[in-house]
């Protein structure tokens, strides 16, 4: 395998402002790194940029990892290729009918855009039952006649979706033959084959996003190859899946929704890799940027992957993905006063360009990296910004005229004020993957990364009673670390929607077992090295008359009805904390995944072990004074490339780096772990 030749592999992760980049040699243990402003664009220029930042020679390279936000971008903006859709006559509205929700729980009014406008959704004659039955043959020329008729209307990409075809995919599989005899392209998604389970809404809109996507990213992976090989790389590009596994370039674009939450699902699986290095198994990530904020909660070193992640109103996505819950809240998120007079953070950020006013690329609005800059716990000169930059009495006079005046606030508090606000709306997102699924957050550590995320950790975990904050040696590049340590990994799901205790235990245990060969030997297919191989299985379930899931885990590919209604009546109760052991239960999915693990990767060298200092004076940068809660605090700052290994100090105290600031405020201790990790113990409101 090409990951043994030289041992170099490099990790990079586009992004909303910042693409960054680690290149690991695994025989030296050195390490390279690189952070770039995203080039949005094309972020293709971006990975670019960051492989010329770390003087990276490619011809001796030989695994590339990459995760991006192409098609979250995309989705999110609506920046995408033009798609029709074929469906049974009759349900052509399925993807607007939805689940009678509305975007306002509490509104009266609200927006709704489909993925596939009205127009080019087209009706053919065939309909199964749930079972599987033929109830309508398929007509094959209404087939044809609907794919001329989207062509003719300039479609780039075709979603064939029709009726329980999830029991029966006779008719997708039909109907497909059929386009591609027509269809220019290879862009034709089948609902059942991306996400084989019942409710035809979330296939649907699953399809739609799968082939509205495909051109793009396919498009943009072919660029970013052939950049790559132009400059001498001849081994294999691989990409980060939401699952937080990854899987070859080359097959990526045929299941592209699956690439959605890609980046977040990247830091997700490199801190319960340094989790569970450190001891702590039992996180919730935190992952601040300059555009958002992800969380998402790991239990026993294993992150929590959902099938029913909605990445915004009526938009579900129902490949597993890493459950990741995201708030507009970064380092760039823009602070205004609103027409009530109340201060308001995100979720517009400035992004990349123009950036924080603290950046000096010419923006003008006040944002949360501004707000900690005028409270000291940023060093204007270690800004990525141009030469020059703007001055600290620049941003505060925007701050007194944008939200000082406003409010009747000097600037100064002000930005204290923007930095609650803030906190505030993170610590929300926090309770969403924790309290909301019966889970205590006393009983995780918080794991702080991203550019912004340690300043802010602590403040987050007193709020919600975290005992200890867990922030990694390389805080602001933790994505891109993420791709270095991600497994290959393919996920399965089939429905089977019937009563518990009617279930066909051997056709269970088939199902599993198919998923069990098909993932093996995909994950055999792909030019990657692999130690062993990790089968992870689960069930979605439901009480009668429910129309919500619970996914249990279970233990082995061969488990017995009993088994599944114990399993289930225990984490209905962790979840709801009821027993409802007289109804009845219905087994709607079994799922299996399939999880090639790469080797061990050693990550001890990312601080350089011979630049530490002998001890805390020496590693001492300078003092200067920094608003918390209290008021001004004369702070000592550190290089946190020079601080002894096993340090130990008390709070204030800001500890800095190449890609992040670290803040430690009064009372907490910051201690040192052997590799490189800093372990903050927080100290508890009373």
């Known amino acids: 395998m090409r990951e043994q030749a030289s041992g170099r592999i490099v990790g990079v992760d586009v992004g909303g402002t910042f693409t960054d980049l680690v290149l690991l040699d695994t025989k030296s243990g050195a390490v390279r790194l690189a952070k770039v402003p995203s080039t949005i664009d094309n972020q293709a220029y971006g990975v670019l940029a960051a492989l010329k930042e770390a003087e990276v020679d490619l011809k001796d390279v030989d695994l590339i990892i990459h995760g991006t936000t192409t098609t979250t971008n995309a989705v999110l903006e609506r920046k995408l290729s033009k798609t029709g859709m074929i469906t049974t006559k009759g349900f052509r509205d399925v993807l607007e009918l939805g689940r009678r929700t509305r975007p306002q729980a509490y509104g009266m009014k609200g927006a709704f855009e489909p993925i596939i406008p009205r127009n080019l959704r087209l009706e053919a004659p065939e309909r199964m039952d749930s079972s599987g039955k033929v109830l309508t043959p398929l007509d ?327 005992p200890r904050v867990l922030v990694p040696s390389r805080p602001g590049i933790t994505n891109a670390l993420g791709c270095l340590v991600a497994d290959l990994r393919h996920d399965f799901t089939n429905t089977i929607n019937q009563p518990l205790d009617r279930v066909d235990v051997d056709v269970l245990h088939a199902i599993i077992a198919g998923h069990i060969a098909e993932g093996e030997a995909m994950v055999a297919k792909q030019n990657v090295d692999i130690g062993s191989i990790r089968r992870l299985y689960s069930v979605d379930m439901q009480f009668a008359g429910q129309s919500h899931l619970i996914r249990v885990d279970i233990d082995t590919p061969k488990p017995d009805r009993k088994m599944l209604r114990q399993l289930f009546e225990e984490a209905y109760y962790r979840r709801f904390r009821v027993e409802l052991s007289q109804i009845r239960a219905n087994l709607v999915n079994v799922n299996t995944s399939i999880i090639g693990a790469r080797g061990a990767v050693d990550l001890s060298r990312l601080i350089e072990p011979a630049g530490r200092k002998a001890n805390l004076e020496e590693a001492r940068m300078a003092t200067r004074p920094v608003r918390f809660d209290e008021g001004f605090h004369d702070t000592p700052v550190y290089w946190r490339d020079h601080l002894p290994a096993g340090f130990s100090l008390e709070g204030p105290a800001i500890i800095q780096q190449m890609d992040t600031t670290v803040l430690i405020e009064p009372g907490d201790r910051a201690d040192g772990d052997p590799v490189g990790n800093i372990i903050v113990t927080v100290r508890q409101v009373q």
Request: hydrophobic share 45%; glycine share 12%; proline share 5%.
């Open 140 to 466: 094959e020329d209404a087939v044809r006649a609907a794919a001329r008729r989207l062509l003719d209307a300039g479609c780039e990409s075709l979603v064939i979706h029709f009726l329980h075809a999830y029991a029966n995919p006779e008719h997708e599989l039909r109907a497909a033959e059929i386009v591609r005899e027509i269809w220019p392209n290879d862009y034709i998604t089948t609902g059942h084959s991306l996400l084989s389970e019942s409710r035809e809404f979330e296939r649907g809109v699953t399809a739609a996003v799968n082939a509205s996507v495909q051109p793009l990213l396919e498009r943009y992976i072919h660029r970013l190859v052939d950049e790559l090989k132009t400059q001498g790389y001849a081994g294999e590009l691989l990409v980060m899946n939401g699952n937080g596994g990854m899987v070859s370039s080359g097959l990526v674009a045929n299941e592209a929704a699956k690439t959605v939450m890609s980046g977040p699902a990247s830091g997700v699986m490199a801190a319960a890799f340094t989790g569970k290095g450190a001891g702590l198994r039992n996180l919730i990530s935190y992952d601040m940027g300059g555009t958002s904020t992800d969380v998402a909660l790991i239990r026993d070193a294993q992150p929590s992957v959902s099938s029913e992640i909605e990445i915004e109103y009526a938009m579900p996505i129902h490949v597993p993905m890493v459950d990741v819950r995201t708030v507009g809240a970064g380092g760039g998120s823009i602070a205004r006063v609103n027409s009530a007079g109340l201060l308001e953070v995100g979720p517009e950020s400035a992004g990349a360009m123009p950036g924080p006013i603290c950046y000096g690329r010419g923006g003008a609005r006040p944002t949360i990296s501004d707000a900690n800059l005028l409270l000291g716990r940023l060093d204007p000169s270690k800004l990525k910004s141009v030469e020059g930059g703007v001055s600290i009495e620049t941003i505060g006079d925007i701050f007194q005229k944008e939200l000082g005046d406003p409010l009747d606030l000097d600037a100064i508090d002000a930005a204290a004020a923007v930095i609650r606000i803030a906190n505030t709306r993170m610590a929300g997102a926090i309770r969403m993957v924790s309290v909301s699924l019966g889970m205590d957050p006393r009983d995780f550590t918080l794991f702080a990364f991203g550019g912004a995320g340690p300043l802010h950790a602590a403040a987050l975990a007193r709020e919600l009673a975290i």
